[in-house]
């Protein structure tokens, strides 16, 4: 059996511009607790460096920087509340080749 599409004559009331300003301001404050949530997720201390670092690039749109000397490196630490040596660590883990060449024992 072939039924038509039913009209739906709600399609035709548009929001108010009361009921859009409305709309626009609870989305606006999703977005703001959700980066308040990501920020308080970046200083855990249920995370791991490299998992607040992680999440450190994802709120900024950045990456850990490759120089050692970066000045940004300080920042990161500063805002994931970790030591400045463990951004460096995780800095240095980044670098390293996913799998190092096996060790070959010296022949005697």
Do not use: C, Y
Request: charged share 30%; net charge positive.
């Amino acid at each position: 059996m072939n039924s038509k599409p039913m009209f739906d004559p709600t399609a035709l009331i548009r929001p108010t511009a009361a009921e859009t300003r409305a709309a626009a301001l609870r989305m606006e404050e999703e977005r703001r607790e959700a980066r308040r949530a990501a920020l308080a997720e970046q200083v855990s201390i249920h995370h791991s460096a490299r998992e607040r670092i992680d999440i450190w690039e994802r709120l900024h749109g950045l990456r850990l920087p490759t120089r050692a000397a970066h000045p940004l490196l300080i920042v990161i630490a500063e805002q994931t509340g970790l030591m400045l040596s463990d951004v460096v660590e995780e800095q240095r883990r980044r670098v390293q080749p996913k799998n190092p060449p096996a060790q070959v024992a010296p022949s005697t």
